[in-house]
């Protein structure tokens, strides 16, 4: 049983074009919402991380969201180098503190 | 300069022979964590640590054991490794519990023949 999915699976954007990734969740008690990118070959490294719903928070092009049931990663005229999987994770409170990761987003910017 | 470090980064080997993949960190982090990634599966994770002596399980323990006896190590062993375990794997560690900006090592790829 998923507690986090991602979608889409993939997406293709030209250069300019904004987009939305988006991370639904249904573990209760949520901790924390993470975001992450990995490049081909490369480690996840950390883009974000949320708390409470209503909270974003920014960074360059990307700006990530958080509800109650959903996050969305949205990419504001990407460029050729944002192309990258991006990850979703939630940790969820209470005692368990092990994380769960969605599949990812595998997102290719076209120029 | 803080990092992850993962060795060996490539390994080759046979079912049943126990190996060990070693993981270090030089920042203080009080949380360790292993992850495998599988095609299709995504990111999972195997086992975690939230300070020394302190281990629970992931996802997906079976067939995995660490140790973390000493801040900066979080050894994952592999005591009779099988065919299904060929995956790439991932260290990672975090300030505290609260996992907040984990880092990553850069990846270990194993096969098991």
């Known amino acids: 049983e998923d507690q986090v999915t991602q979608s889409p699976e993939a997406l293709r954007l030209q250069e300019g074009e904004s987009s939305s990734l988006n991370c639904s969740y249904t573990?209760?008690?949520?901790?924390?919402l993470f975001w992450y990118r990995q490049d081909p070959g490369k480690g996840p490294e950390f883009l974000f991380t949320?708390?409470?719903a209503g909270e974003e928070k920014e960074k360059e092009r990307l700006k990530a969201t958080l509800t109650k049931k959903e996050s969305f990663l949205h990419i504001t005229a990407p460029k050729p180098e944002d192309s990258a999987t991006y990850l979703c994770?939630?940790?969820?409170?209470?005692?368990?503190?092990?994380?769960?990761f969605g599949k990812g987003t595998h997102l290719i910017i076209q120029p | 300069e803080a990092q992850v470090t993962q060795n060996p980064r490539y390994l080759i080997t046979v079912t049943g022979k126990k190996l060990t993949v070693t993981c270090s960190q030089n920042?203080?982090?009080?949380?360790m964590s292993w992850y495998r990634q599988d095609p299709g599966l995504g990111l999972r994770q195997i086992y975690y640590?939230?300070?020394?002596?302190?281990?629970d399980k992931g996802d997906v323990p079976e067939g995995y054991k660490v140790s973390r006896k000493e801040k900066r190590n979080f050894p994952l062993i592999l005591e009779s490794p099988s065919p299904n375990q060929t995956s790439l794997y991932f260290c990672?560690?975090?300030?505290?519990?609260?996992?907040?900006?984990?880092?990553f090592g850069a990846g270990t790829r194993l096969s098991v023949l």
């Open positions: 990672a560690s975090a300030f505290d519990r609260t996992a907040d900006i984990q880092y």
């Open positions: 573990v209760s008690g949520l901790r924390g």
């Open positions: 920042m203080n982090h009080e949380y």
């Open positions: 994770a939630v940790q969820q409170g209470g005692g368990a503190d092990g994380l769960t």
């Open positions: 949320l708390y409470s």
């Open positions: 640590s939230m300070n020394v002596e302190v281990t």
